[in-house]
């Protein structure tokens, strides 16, 4: 249902050039890759591999220097209507969960900023009470967490409540942006049950954004390795133990000697 087409970035540098002016760095190669309706993507790399540049291409925030990115066939850049049928299907939930949350808004007011996004897509009126409660027991908190601050609760109930956010709006596609790596492993295996369970429930298409290969392994149906910025495999995870990739392997073999 999403697919990235000969993508291409890259940056201004502060090198300059005495005949071409500023020289630019690339920073994503010649991308392509398609994501199933239902399916877990992974997108896996390390710190500088082009992740989080492919993160805001695929939300919308940066257009390529090249290539389309297409969502059920609309090219995303071609025009507004394109945007607006992004904005309509995807949702994110980012890493900072502290940040993403207004620290002056209890938590029916920080879940009331999907609902509106839905109220205005759909044209209705939603009783944000009730719709809020059922929300907040979704992601496995009880209603009284509502008229808390942000401040008044864990890193993994904050971000329980920005998934009951991201969910609110009632999207197609949600992008998970490291969304887990800030939680400790006991509360990151609890939040990855969630979304498997929220995945399973509403039929949704993840697409999770990682530096961490065992959190792929957990929740993914398939992953994508990219290295310094460009992909080196695309395979399904059943099947990541006969990865021929040399980046592949060599994570492969760091989580398997860090096992042992």
């Known amino acids: 249902m999403l697919e990235l087409k000969n993508v291409s970035v890259s940056f201004r540098t502060e090198k300059k050039d005495k005949i071409f002016g500023y ?17 877990c993507l992974g997108i896996l790399g390390e710190s500088g591999s082009g992740k989080s540049t492919m993160g805001k291409v695929i939300t919308g925030l940066l257009k390529p220097d090249n290539g389309e990115l297409l ?17 309509n299907k995807l949702s994110v939930v980012f890493q900072d969960y502290t940040t993403s949350a207004n620290p002056r808004f209890q938590i029916k007011s920080v879940i009331k ?7 205005r897509r759909e044209g209705i009126k939603l009783d944000y009470s009730s719709e809020c409660k059922a929300l907040l027991e979704m992601v496995g908190l009880d209603e009284s967490f509502a008229n808390r601050f942000p401040h008044e609760l864990s ?13 609110a709006c009632k999207p197609e596609i949600i992008l998970f942006d490291e969304a887990v790596s800030s939680l400790d492993a006991h509360t990151q295996v609890q939040v990855m049950d969630l979304l498997k369970d929220l995945k399973k429930k509403l039929n949704l298409t993840y697409i999770f954004i990682t530096h961490d290969l065992t ?17 080196t495999e695309h395979i399904d995870i059943k099947n990541i133990a006969n990865t021929k990739d040399d980046y592949a392997r060599k994570l492969l073999e760091s989580i398997e000697t860090f096992d042992a």
């Open 23 to 39: 020289t630019r760095q690339k920073v994503l190669h010649d991308i392509s890759f398609d994501v199933k309706k239902g399916c």
């Open 71 to 87: 969502l059920d066939g609309v090219s995303v850049y071609a025009n507004r209507a394109g945007k607006k049928c992004l904005q």
């Open 113 to 119: 900023e999907g609902l509106r996004v839905r109220e």
């Open 155 to 167: 890193g993994g109930q904050l971000q329980r409540v920005c998934i009951a956010r991201a969910v």
């Open 215 to 231: 959190s792929i392994t957990y929740i993914c149906d398939e992953v994508l390795f990219l290295y310094q910025g460009k992909v």
